[in-house]
Structures are given as C-alpha cells and as structure tokens.
C-alpha cells in the first residue's frame, strides 16, 4: 500500500472518533498508534490492575479538583457546583428534555430533576411545551443562565490551573487524545444500558455489542 493511500485511511479511522479533527491531534493519534505493543497481551488480573490504577489516579485529580471548585463557590457565595455541571451540560446539548440532560449527566432521575427544578425556579432555564410531544417538556439556557456560566467559568479556569499545575501542556493534550475515544464509548454505553442489571451491562460490553 503507497504511504500516501495508508494516510488517507488513518485520517478516515481518526475522523470517526474525534470531534475536532485538526493536524496536530492527529499526528498524536497515528504516532500513539506507533508505539511498540507488547509481544503477548498482559493477563486479565494485570490488565485489571492496571485499568484500576488509572482510574483510582482520575479519581482522585477529579476529587482534587471538585474540592477546590466547591471551595470556590462557596468563597464567591453563588450557588452550588452541581447547578454549574448541569448549566455547562445544558449548554453542550442545546434545547432538550430533561431526561436527555438527566442522562447526559449520569444521574439518577431524582436528582437530576431536584438539580434541574432549582434552576427553572432560579430563572436560569426556560421550560417549554415540547411542539412535537405536547406531554413532553424542552428545556434550555436562558440569558440569566448564562450569566451564572460566566461567573463559574471565571473560577473553574483558575481551579483548572490548580488542578494541573506544573504539567505540560503537551502531557495534556497526549492525555486528552489517548483517553477521548474511552470517554465518548463509555458514554454512549453508560447512558443506554444505565437501567439494565450489571450481568446484563458486562456481557452488553464485554461481547462488543456496540
């Protein structure tokens, strides 16, 4: 196959699963691809290890950078964090219905109802008959709403910049693009098999009936 034709279906196979398809991001993604893989494939206990060694490290910068951005928000005195994670989720998705933002959110349909009806009553989004399903409700952000984004946005940049202090830019960018494809699979599957029982998620998953 000439060098030029195998370019042209690595930029195929890289479109598919990055939302902003630039140059940059994908000279990482083939050069990542590149990488010697090792002889034989790790066994399942190491594999297992391993996946719970990087998600123990996620979890815990995650947790780092939740504490910092509550303790912001309380210093500031504007409403809780959860109110910021559903207005930004909200903004990301556009007009729906509160069980898409629900969904998008990984939460439990209490929760995020309680979450979304303070917002409705804060005068952040606005709620409208849906013209397609008159029993159906769509929500957005409204100018107020945005608003409030600013002012979180303000303070979740400078908590961002605690978060990753002293790392640089590009072990963040190669993070970024080695975990995104993880990201969006896991999301999509999250959210269609969140009320099917476990057995039924792990076989769903682990099967690859994607």
């Known amino acids: 196959m000439k060098p030029v034709v195998q370019l042209v279906e690595e930029w195929t196979a890289f479109e598919e699963i990055s939302e902003q398809p630039t140059v940059e991001a994908f000279c990482r993604y083939y050069l990542q691809k590149q990488r010697p893989k090792p002889k ?5 206990g190491e594999r297992i290890m391993n996946g ?5 490290t996620l979890g815990r910068i995650l947790s780092a ?9 309380n210093y500031i005195g504007i409403p809780p964090a959860e109110s910021f994670y559903y207005l930004n989720g909200l903004l990301h998705l556009g007009e729906v219905r509160k069980s898409d933002l629900i969904n998008y959110m990984f939460a439990e349909t209490t929760t995020g109802m309680e979450v979304i009806n303070r917002l409705i009553r804060e005068e952040k989004i606005d709620e409208r008959t849906s013209p397609d399903d008159k029993r159906a409700k769509l929500i957005k952000v409204n100018q107020k709403g945005h608003a409030a984004l600013d002012e979180y946005y303000k303070i979740s940049g400078k908590v961002v910049e605690m978060t990753f202090k002293g790392i640089d830019d590009e072990i963040l960018i190669d993070c970024y693009e ?3 494809y993880c990201e969006q699979r896991n999301s999509s599957l999250a ?3 969140k009320n099917k029982p ?8 682990m099967t690859d009936k994607v």
């Not at 034989?40 to 399942?44: F, L, S």
């Not at 719970?52 to 123990?56: E, I, N, P």
């Not at 950078?65 to 928000?73: D, H, P, T």
């Not at 476990?198 to 998953?205: C, G, L, S, T, V």
Request: aromatic share 18%; glycine share 4%.
């Open 40 to 44: 034989q494939a790790g066994k399942k």
């Open 191 to 193: 959210i269609e098999l």
């Open 52 to 56: 719970a060694y990087l998600l123990k």
């Open 65 to 73: 950078y939740s504490l910092y951005f509550r303790s912001a928000v």
């Open 178 to 180: 080695m975990l995104k």
């Open 198 to 205: 476990f057995d039924q998620m792990y076989e769903h998953i």
